[in-house]
């Protein structure tokens, strides 16, 4: 079965299980915040206070220059937003079989859609980042653009490189405890890694290609291209079919091993 006809299957799974799927989103969402005075309203404003911190710190007090001709927050945030999301996403999506045993236990329905409810959740936050983005750049005098567009693309290609890399780690964390913590070591690494709060202009040249072999790179910089640097993303041909390819194999791959190990989920929860 090749990539495409396993990529079919699982969206017409997806379909047929978009009930649960949004059932389970919305408890998972509400779970979260539940028993606090503001309830839902904290998914919103953490990423509000964060974002005003970071406005104060970079902004007003280090009086940060701009980023081609970008205030440095607007170039910032457009590195940060995405990281968050995928951060968030893979951190919470590598637990999502641990956290739901009881349901793996007691129901009957495709296990790898768990995965997708924590990707879902995180996406709420996610969408709220994007309009507060779009503010952003609107107060500072900068219009929307169709360049502005391509930001759903570069969204879609995280949830897809997400979920490929979560059916890996939320299948074998069950059966290695200690992967949970390398996880958040990688996602340590992998923000400083990223050029987030750098640029990679300021890296030797010959260190480019070796920064650039990090996938969440291309969805990083594609936020950029997308509000910045108006550039499409088939003007990164190379970088494209470079993305796609890892992230093919990674589909494959997830689908391979979640399929190996999912008989002996019960034994391990």
Do not use: C
Request: aromatic share 24%; hydrophobic share 55%; proline share 4%.
């Amino acid at each position: 079965m090749n990539i495409f006809t396993q990529f079919y299957y699982f969206l017409l799974d997806l379909f047929k299980s978009r009930k649960i799927i949004l059932e389970l989103t919305k408890r998972d969402f509400k779970s979260k915040y539940l028993g606090s005075y503001l309830g839902l309203l904290w998914a919103f404003v953490n990423p509000a206070i964060t974002i005003l911190i970071f406005w104060f710190v970079f902004q007003a007090g280090f009086k940060s220059m701009p980023v081609d001709n970008y205030p440095f927050i607007l170039w910032l945030m457009t590195g940060m937003i995405p990281w968050f999301f995928f951060s968030d996403s893979i951190a919470n999506a590598s637990n999502s079989i641990v956290e739901n045993s009881f349901l793996v236990k007691k129901m009957v329905f495709r296990i790898s859609i768990l995965p997708v409810v924590k990707i879902l959740s995180a996406l709420f936050v996610h969408i709220f980042f994007i309009v507060v983005l779009f503010l952003m750049f609107w107060f500072y005098g900068y219009s929307p653009d169709i360049y502005n567009v391509q930001a759903f693309y570069y969204l879609f290609s995280a949830i897809i490189f997400i979920l490929a890399s979560s059916w890996i780690t939320s299948s074998v964390i069950l059966f290695m405890k200690d992967m949970g913590h390398i996880i958040a070591v990688l996602l340590q690494f992998g923000f400083w890694l990223t050029p987030i709060f750098w640029s990679l202009k300021i890296m030797p040249e010959k260190y480019h290609p070796i920064i650039k072999l990090n996938p969440v790179y291309y969805i990083v910089e594609g936020y950029r291209d997308s509000f910045i640097y108006k550039a499409w993303f088939w003007e990164h041909m190379n970088l494209t079919i470079y993305f796609w390819t890892v992230t093919s194999f990674t589909f494959v791959l997830g689908a391979i091993i979640f399929r190996k190990l999912r008989p002996h989920f019960g034994d391990v929860l």
